[in-house]
């Protein structure tokens, strides 16, 4: 069965604390790594795509790494403004376009 | 910065009610997508569209729903006969090629009485 866990369910920072986000996955036919923001009652939005191992890409105070078999979302000095859930995805290819796989989310609350 | 668009943003609806989420997706991408979200879980696939038919759909995707694209910018799901467990966030997303990035409109909250 395709799989997307992310781990720690919750995490809880000061302003300036920095920390990294998890994401492993067993998703057969697995094409890359989609990294999304999701604020409270809103679609998802994007942040990220990686699509080979030893992958990284950052933005702003984001940077996101991918190995064969997990992800990583790491969160350099966290802002306030930082505070949402961060949602990784698989893309699960079809015949026609890929059906993503979401993981649970990480629910990052940040303290200023 | 162009954007997937969905409409309403909420919908109320009795039970055994007919519903359309509407939906336009960038204007130059060729895959859409239908996700929902029951609250407080995780975000699921319902199915995918493109060339002017279903590629993928999931198992919750059964004879009561249904999607369109009725002109060349709308995108729609239609609920035949909604029930309470229709209730949750729904998404349209869309993307340029097969393997790109999946873009998600704000959603259509939707609240089966």
């Known amino acids: 069965e395709d799989q997307v866990t992310q781990s720690p369910e919750a995490l809880r920072l000061q302003e300036g604390e920095s920390s990294s986000l998890n994401c492993s996955y067993t998703v057969s036919g697995l094409r890359g790594l989609f990294w999304y923001r999701q604020d409270p009652g809103k679609g998802p939005e994007f942040l990220f795509t990686l699509y080979s191992a030893g992958e990284e890409k950052e933005k702003e105070r984001l940077k996101a790494t991918l190995t064969k078999k997990e992800s990583f979302l790491h969160i350099t000095a966290p802002k306030p403004e930082d505070s949402a859930t961060y949602l990784c995805?698989?893309?699960?290819?079809?015949?026609?376009?890929?059906?993503?796989?979401f993981g649970a989310g990480t629910i990052l609350r940040v303290k200023s | 910065e162009p954007e997937v668009t969905q409409t309403p943003s909420h919908q109320v609806t009795q039970m055994g009610q007919e519903v359309i989420l509407r939906c336009v997706p960038i204007?130059?991408?060729?895959?859409f997508y239908w996700y929902r979200q029951i609250l407080g879980q995780k975000v699921e696939f319902l199915v995918s569209?493109?060339?002017?038919?279903?590629?993928?759909k999931s198992e919750i995707f059964d004879d009561q729903f249904s999607v369109e694209r009725p002109d060349g910018s709308n995108f729609t799901l239609k609920i035949r006969s909604t029930k309470l467990e229709d209730s949750a966030m729904y998404f349209c997303?869309?993307?340029?090629?097969?393997?790109?990035?999946?873009?998600f409109g704000p959603g259509t909250r939707l609240l089966v009485l």
């Open positions: 997303a869309s993307s340029g090629g097969q393997g790109e990035t999946q873009y």
């Open positions: 569209f493109y060339n002017n038919e279903i590629s993928e």
């Open positions: 995805a698989g893309p699960f290819a079809m015949e026609y376009g890929n059906k993503l796989v």
């Open positions: 204007s130059n991408h060729l895959y």
